[in-house]
């Protein structure tokens, strides 16, 4: 006698897609729900500025843009830094993300040491790079460089100059701020002259100091020697003139002469 075989039962195809399609909603409905509290959490509501000392902490604020309205993980922080690096005051930039909610930017500033008699007046850093002028009230406290060349294509923004003239009289300017820093603070303008002589104006009276061509570091120490020597009393401005030009010696006018 044949042996019957046990039927298996079979499952509807379209049964068991149904059932399937149903468990996977079931558990997607409470993970969504646990995301969207989850993404809330990394909406971005904190950003920290470190660094800004010429320009405000909102104005950097700004380029994040729409991006404000982001989260953490949707953020470009590249597209942020690029356009960062864009502007002429930023030297450097590091931007990095601060879970849950935050935004840190670390800004590294140029900062302006002299300023272009140009039109517009532009200001120069350490290392001749072009900047405008964001602030009036900084060209008032910073030495002006005159005599350059007025042509405006040697001062591209955000660029160094590509005139000779300014970056020999920006290396000056640097070399007095680490040779002879009170110095610094007094002088009013930086020229050369008719003979390519290097000439220095301060801002009282005002004195006028002459370097001539060549060994300025020499000449910068002997002039800190000689205010050093000098008594109390007696200031630079003190003189019409301070002449420098020849070898180890001073010529100094007063008002009177």
Same mark, same amino acid.
């Given at each position: !006698?044949?042996?019957?075989?046990?039927?298996?039962?079979?499952?509807?195809?379209?049964?068991?897609?149904? $059932?399937?399609?149903?468990?996977?909603?079931?558990?997607?409905?409470? !993970?969504?729900?646990?995301?969207?509290?989850?993404?809330?959490?990394?909406?971005?509501?904190?950003?920290?500025?470190?660094?800004?000392?010429?320009?405000?902490?909102?104005?950097?604020?700004?380029?994040?843009?729409?991006?404000?309205?982001?989260?953490?993980?949707?953020?470009?922080?590249?597209?942020?830094?690029?356009?960062?690096? &864009?502007?002429?005051?930023?030297?450097?930039?590091?931007?990095?993300?601060?879970?849950?909610?935050?935004?840190? !930017?670390?800004?590294?500033?140029?900062?302006?040491?002299?300023?272009? &008699?140009?039109?517009?007046?532009?200001?120069?850093?350490?290392?001749?790079?072009?900047?405008? $002028?964001?602030?009036?009230?900084?060209? !008032?406290?910073?030495?002006?460089?005159?005599?350059?060349?007025?042509?405006?294509?040697?001062?591209?923004?955000?660029?160094?100059?590509?005139?000779?003239?300014?970056?020999?009289? $920006?290396?000056?300017?640097?070399?007095?701020?680490?040779?002879?820093?009170?110095?610094?603070?007094?002088?009013?303008?930086?020229?050369? &002259?008719?003979?390519?002589?290097?000439?220095?104006?301060?801002?009282?009276?005002?004195?006028?100091?002459?370097?001539?061509?060549?060994?300025?570091?020499?000449?910068?120490?002997?002039?800190?020697?000689?205010?050093? $020597?000098?008594?109390?009393?007696?200031?630079?401005?003190?003189?019409?003139?301070?002449?420098?030009?020849? &070898?180890?010696?001073?010529?100094?006018?007063?008002?009177?002469?």
């Amino acid at each position: !006698m044949a042996r019957r075989l046990p039927i298996t039962p079979r499952l509807n195809p379209s049964l068991a897609t149904s $059932v399937i399609f149903i468990l996977v909603f079931a558990l997607l409905i409470p !993970m969504a729900v646990a995301w969207a509290g989850f993404s809330h959490q990394l909406d971005l509501k904190n950003i920290w500025v470190l660094g800004a000392q010429l320009n405000t902490e909102q104005s950097y604020r700004d380029y994040i843009g729409p991006g404000a309205d982001s989260t953490l993980l949707t953020l470009d922080v590249d597209d942020i830094v690029n356009a960062l690096e &864009n502007d002429p005051y930023i030297k450097g930039v590091r931007i990095s993300r601060q879970f849950p909610d935050a935004l840190k !930017m670390e800004i590294l500033e140029r900062e302006p040491i002299a300023a272009l &008699n140009t039109d517009p007046i532009r200001l120069v850093d350490r290392e001749g790079i072009v900047l405008p $002028v964001t602030h009036p009230e900084l060209v !008032m406290h910073l030495p002006m460089l005159s005599n350059m060349n007025p042509a405006k294509e040697l001062y591209p923004l955000g660029r160094q100059s590509l005139s000779v003239k300014v970056l020999d009289a $920006v290396a000056i300017v640097h070399l007095v701020m680490d040779i002879f820093p009170k110095l610094y603070t007094e002088i009013s303008e930086v020229r050369f &002259n008719a003979n390519d002589e290097l000439e220095l104006v301060l801002t009282q009276h005002p004195t006028r100091i002459f370097l001539g061509n060549g060994q300025v570091k020499e000449k910068l120490l002997t002039l800190r020697e000689f205010k050093r $020597v000098l008594p109390p009393e007696i200031l630079l401005t003190s003189f019409r003139s301070l002449d420098l030009r020849f &070898n180890n010696q001073i010529i100094a006018r007063d008002w009177n002469s």
